[in-house]
């Protein structure tokens, strides 16, 4: 059973992709190519939970109108038990400030490169497929890298800026395209945020904090 959440997880996750593609003013090109690498992920790996204090404090705390979002969310908390989340101190290389940020964030990955892959994480060179959770109150600072992502908000209200872009708030639902190398932040307010994020292209690339 544990297999067979994980692999609805996924392929909801390749539906909201599909769905989002259709939608006026969407970056129907990167969704559908998204949708397509994730329909191509198979799960056999074998379970090695990990979980977290963020995760445990927060994966059950919201509730979600949007029903997409809302089947996502449940998918995802019948999955967890199942998925190895961690933190994200690796990525940053040890970058001044973001100890805070680091001790209220947690991700688990579906699809990595093969040198990350573990418990039930499908290796793959052409997408990462993660869920985040980002604590209440937390600052994800300017960032940025070569791939293309997805991100689509599951549940939580949340600031998001994009390159120049002016702050904008953020809800279940909503998709939000990074293109190669744009700087983006994310700010939580008093809910967390629960998210997932598409790489559709060098899945293997590391992530910069930008610095004003």
């Known amino acids: 059973m544990s297999l ?8 909801h996750a390749r539906q909201v992709l599909e769905n989002g593609a259709n939608r006026p003013f969407a970056p129907a ?21 990990v ?4 995760v445990d404090r927060h994966l059950d705390q ?14 995802l908390r019948a999955a967890s038990p199942s998925l190895t989340w961690g933190d994200i101190h690796d990525g940053y290389g040890g970058e001044p400030g973001m100890e805070h940020f680091c001790r209220n964030y947690s991700y688990t990955p ?5 040198r990350w892959a573990r418990g039930v994480a499908v290796p793959s060179p052409d997408v990462g497929l993660s869920f985040t959770i980002q604590a209440p109150g937390t600052y994800y600072p300017d960032h940025a890298h070569k791939a293309v992502e997805i991100y689509y908000v599951i549940a939580g209200k949340a600031l998001w800026k994009r390159g120049g872009e002016p702050w904008i708030e953020r809800y279940p639902g909503d998709i939000i395209l ?5 700087r983006h932040a994310m700010q939580t307010g008093d809910e967390p945020l ?10 293997g690339s590391g992530i910069v904090v930008v610095r004003a």
Request: charged share 20%.
């Open 4 to 11: 067979q959440n994980v692999a609805a997880l996924a392929d």
């Open 29 to 49: 090109v990167e969704l559908r190519e998204g949708a397509e690498l994730v329909s191509t992920l198979a799960f056999d790996g074998t379970p090695e939970p």
């Open 51 to 54: 979980s977290q204090p963020v």
């Open 62 to 75: 919201p509730s979600v109108r949007a029903p997409e979002a809302a089947e996502m969310l449940a998918r």
């Open 110 to 114: 579906l699809a990595v490169p093969a």
């Open 178 to 182: 990074h293109t190669a190398g744009m």
């Open 194 to 203: 629960i998210a997932m994020a598409v790489w559709i292209t060098d899945v």
